[in-house]
């Protein structure tokens, strides 16, 4: 560093060098927090976590669909239960097979709930063991 002494006649003379010090102070605090935390981030528990994996299950000719569109109809395999006493009966038939096939429900997004419910407390009733919903998968990269 060169330094002036007396005989300038200038005294307002722009000094163009930039002043380094506080940047190697900022760099000097975030380089001691850096090592500091480090550690602390490495020595965590080691936890085996699960993959997620969400495959959608193949319908077999042995499962039964049920359908309930959002007026409450009941369809068996696409053929219209007149009523609820009548899709009994054909569950009973049912759940007297070995193997018991599943049951497999498909609600309309905007179908009142009870009809769903009482469906549902048909399977029950009868003693069908293996009660699925079908549902809509996600848009693909939803979820992501």
């Known amino acids: 560093m060169a330094m002036q002494l007396g005989g300038s006649t200038d005294e307002d003379e722009v000094v163009s060098t930039i002043n380094t010090t506080p940047l190697v102070d900022v760099m000097l605090v975030l380089l001691i927090i850096f090592l500091i935390t480090i550690p602390v981030v490495t020595h965590t528990v080691p936890v085996v976590l699960p993959k997620e994996r969400n495959q959608p299950l193949q319908t077999t000719p042995q499962n039964i669909n049920i359908s309930v569109n959002k007026n409450g109809d009941i369809f068996?395999?696409?053929?219209y239960v007149k009523d609820l006493p009548t899709l009994v009966?054909?569950?009973t038939k049912v759940a007297v097979v070995s193997p018991q096939p599943t049951i497999e429900i498909r609600g309309d997004a905007n179908?009142?709930?009870?009809?769903i419910g009482e469906v549902m407390y048909a399977c029950q009733h009868v003693g069908i063991l293996k009660v699925g919903f079908i549902t809509e998968p996600?848009?693909?990269g939803a979820g992501n």
């Open 89 to 91: 009966d054909d569950l």
């Open 76 to 79: 068996w395999n696409q053929t």
């Open 111 to 115: 179908v009142q709930y009870k009809f």
């Open 138 to 140: 996600p848009p693909h």
